[in-house]
């Protein structure tokens, strides 16, 4: 599973490059917040589509060869996005980025799921990876094309490098430890039935969610600075303190679900967020960055368990179950970015993310009577 967490961290480091990088576009291209939005857009269109079919793919086959081959994909792409000054060629090298990313996630789920045996803790894990990549993404950017520009972006393929490497031994690994099972100590279970209607109105929430995590990852660095007069450090600091709440977030999540259950978890977790963001939102200097980090933990403390919970859900379709909760939910947010983006253009900034204030109240509201997967009795309140 360690194996498996640091090439998932080497993989969303390209999610969270993407945003790193929207700043840096403003400066050098004088992109209006429109324009810079629809970057992050180009890397969510093409990921939102593609995503469930990879899953769905990984339900009829096995695919490992993806994981590799798609790090690097989702490496390249962030790294030719600085080359040249062509807008539609910086939205195409995102755009390739993200279709390397959308064939990674449901894979990689999936060879997570095997690992882990079921294990939410162990499946925060490998979510944990992926949140810390995404942390590691502003200062990475901010190291590399803060000092050497936009055209430095190519150094940013190292991460794929090693994320590659990191997946082929993690296969490895996973099937040596299978192999190692007798075939008789894991007899064959017929899975249950899929329980659609939950898991669609899951995938709402989700969507709610990611929303909000796509507006405040794209804008808060710009608002950061807006909002504290801390010029670009702030920005910078604002970013990774969204991404590093996250990581711990997410441990958090497995091991507040063992004690409590995942769905209450998720409930509570979506109420904190709603007064987190409007925080963010409200509250000037340097009191916004503690806002930040309650709602990176709301956002965060849900991740891990959005997947399993769409997985218990989906019991016979275990790729698309991931394709969608851990990738086409996810990237929906991107395709509000340029919505956002031009609502600033015409107001400001404060205005354009104040209703993401109301996103994570709708998305508890769709998961206030889902059941435990599997359960029989009363829903949860």
Known sequence: MLLLSLAHA????????????????VAERAYTYAAASGIVLAASLLSSVVQPLFGALTDRWALPWLLPVSTLVGGAGVALAGVGGSYALTLL???????????YHPEAARAARRASRGSHAAMSWFSLGGNLGFATAPLLTAATVGTGGLRASPLLVVPALAGAVLCVAALRGVRAAEAAVPKSAAPAQVAPADDWPSFLRLSGAVVCRSIVFAGLSTFISLYARQRTGGGEVAGTVALFVLYLGGAVGTVAGGRLAARHGRLPVVRWSYALTVLAVAG??????????????????????????????GQDYLPRRIGTASGVTLGLTVSIGGLASPLIGALADATSLGIALAPLIVLPALGRFLLRNLREPGAQGPPGA
């Open 10 to 25: 080497c993989v969303d480091v390209y999610q969270g490059a993407v945003a790193a990088l929207v700043p840096f576009f």
């Open 280 to 309: 963010v939102v409200l509250v000037p200097g340097p009191a916004l960055f503690v806002f930040v980090v309650l709602a990176s933990a709301g956002l965060y403390v849900p991740f891990s368990l959005h997947i399993t919970l």
């Open 93 to 103: 090298a995102v755009a390739v980025s993200g279709v390397g990313v959308a064939a």
